[in-house]
């Protein structure tokens, strides 16, 4: 299924982008109680490569791709304590601080010039973003 680009507002703060997120995810992953953590843990991948990823992908917006990417780490933690997981059952605000150290040990060294650009986000989208979170961009 084909989702497209998504142009996301340029206002868009957190919870625009999770909401967007969360819609590609199903509510819920059961694996099979008799498998073992990593028999589910590949499952979740499985899963992820062949029905999220591309969805992050062809939103071609780098900071879906990224807070999703964030969302998967979590949702593989979850899978090796628990058979099934329920998504709307992850604490947002869990989501949210993983996210935005992401931005901060990433990103912002990269939008500062301290680190060299690697094309893992977007430059206007993140700046936007920032302005949006009130998470202040200044050089050092």
């Not at 497209?4 to 967007?20: H, M, R, V, W, Y």
């Not at 900071?63 to 059952?89: M, N, T």
């Amino acid at each position: 299924m084909f989702v497209g680009q998504i142009t996301l507002p340029e206002n868009a703060d957190f919870e625009c982008l999770l909401s967007q997120v969360l819609a590609w995810w199903p509510e819920e992953l059961a694996g099979d109680e008799s498998e073992d953590a990593a028999a589910r843990q590949s499952s979740v991948a499985r899963l992820y490569e062949k029905n999220i990823a591309p969805r992050a992908i062809q939103s071609a917006s780098m900071l879906l791709v990224q807070l999703d990417w964030v969302l998967y780490g979590i949702v593989i933690e979850l899978s090796r304590k628990v058979s099934r997981v329920r998504i709307q059952d992850i604490r947002p605000q869990l989501v949210k601080d993983r996210f935005h150290s992401l931005l901060r040990h990433a990103a912002l060294p990269q939008l500062l010039g301290e680190t060299d650009w690697d094309g893992s986000f977007e430059r206007d989208e993140l700046v936007n973003y920032l302005r949006a979170e009130d998470m202040a961009v200044a050089r050092q």
